[in-house]
């Protein structure tokens, strides 16, 4: 289609060429024109969209140029205006589950995992798109000021969550397009002390749910999400072990390890079902297990009057004591599943022996050492 300046000049002058219809298309307005017919008849008219839409908007001669072009800028503007109107409407919550439904197609389970608890703690629940500034998530991330870990994680899926956005056309631009990664955490050295670590204890008789995950991360010295997603499946209450899935693992490597009398004595008090610890609250794209971390974690500062620690460090505290109550280092890290010098390497390839009587032996020494501490309380 030949490009020109159309005036009222030369429009009389344009020609019709024989057998088919030819448009004209003005130089100074996109997608408008003068369409004439093989016949000679003009019409001015505007094509416009991926689809090329094409409308007439009068016949040349009836309708004045200046008039018609008048009418396609309006059109344009219109349509242009309800695209950007459009464009943000979605909910958060819609677009996250659509956000989660493509990462599975090219991550592992764990990151699928890891994006849904993160956007799903520090998300907008069914607040439209459009509605979500950076004010309103530099303060989801402010509130994590004390767990760069945690901030560093948040705000990396926050922007990959809305780059998608911005991919799928739900959003014009990315309200995250300024936000830097926070200064690197320097490497946690907290252990709790035995005064601590029995008030912790003591003060999750009455945090229900939670109550049970931190017991239980105490009593095993496994991850936080770990304990969170287990699955009565996994457990062996005739063997007393428990098997943790390759694509829960940070190593993605199955875990086995064994657990003792305190720990089933907990289980014990838990209701059935596939999961030990079921979300709250479930929705579409949300989590299916306990995710409450924030609301609990404070509640449980407050009632055992232990400040200044996070849950990975029962985890530390953990491997603490039982180096303390002299376990080999080999039969600890077995346990708790870390890999380094010890299982990594030659070792990790032909070393075999699962250290299921040693961890057994160790657990034993742990639980008592727990009802020691208790009784002294």
């Known amino acids: 289609m030949p490009t020109i300046a159309l005036t009222d000049r030369t429009i009389p002058h344009l020609k019709p060429v024989p057998g088919k219809q030819v448009i004209y298309l003005d130089r100074t307005l996109k997608g408008f024109g003068v369409r004439v017919s093989d016949q000679g008849r003009m019409s001015f008219v505007l094509t416009y969209g991926a689809n090329r839409q094409r409308i007439k908007l009068g016949d040349v001669g009836v309708v004045k140029l200046a008039d018609a072009r008048e009418q396609a800028r309006n059109i344009l503007a219109e349509r242009q205006l309800g695209m950007r109107q459009a464009t943000g409407r979605e909910t958060y919550e819609r677009a996250l589950a659509a956000f989660l439904e493509a990462a599975k197609a090219k991550n592992k389970e764990r990151t699928v995992r890891d994006y849904t608890r993160l956007l799903t703690s520090y998300g907008f629940g069914a607040e439209h798109l459009a509605d979500i500034g950076a004010r309103d998530i530099h303060r989801k991330l402010d509130s994590l000021a004390n767990r760069p870990s945690e901030q560093a994680h948040a705000l990396a899926a926050l922007k990959i969550f809305f780059r998608f956005c911005v991919r799928r056309h739900l959003l014009d631009t990315t309200p995250m397009e300024r936000f830097e990664r926070p200064t690197r955490a320097r490497s946690r050295s907290r252990v709790l002390s035995e005064t601590e670590l029995t008030r912790v204890w003591l003060a999750c008789e009455n945090t229900g749910v939670f109550g049970k995950i931190v017991r239980l991360c105490i009593l095993l010295g496994q991850r936080r999400s770990e304990i969170a997603h287990l699955e009565w499946a996994w457990i062996d209450e005739h063997e007393r072990t428990i098997t943790l899935p390759s694509q829960l693992m940070k190593n ?21 079902g596939e999961h030990l610890f079921p979300a709250r609250k479930t929705w579409r794209g949300g989590g299916t297990v306990y995710n409450a971390w924030n609301k609990d974690k404070p509640k449980l500062d407050a009632a055992s009057g232990v400040t200044d620690w996070v849950l990975h460090d029962l985890r530390r505290t953990f491997v603490s004591s039982w180096a303390a109550l002299g376990t080999r280092l080999e039969v600890t890290e077995k346990y708790v599943n870390h890999v380094s010098g010890t299982h990594s390497g030659i070792v990790g390839i032909y070393q075999r022996h699962s250290f299921m009587p040693e961890m057994r032996a160790a657990t034993k020494i742990w639980e008592e050492k727990l009802r020691s501490m208790l009784s002294l309380r």
């Not at 993605?252 to 014990?268: N, Q």
């Open 252 to 272: 993605s490597r199955e875990h086995r390890f064994p657990y003792g009398d305190m720990t089933a004595a907990l289980f014990a008090t838990i209701p059935r």
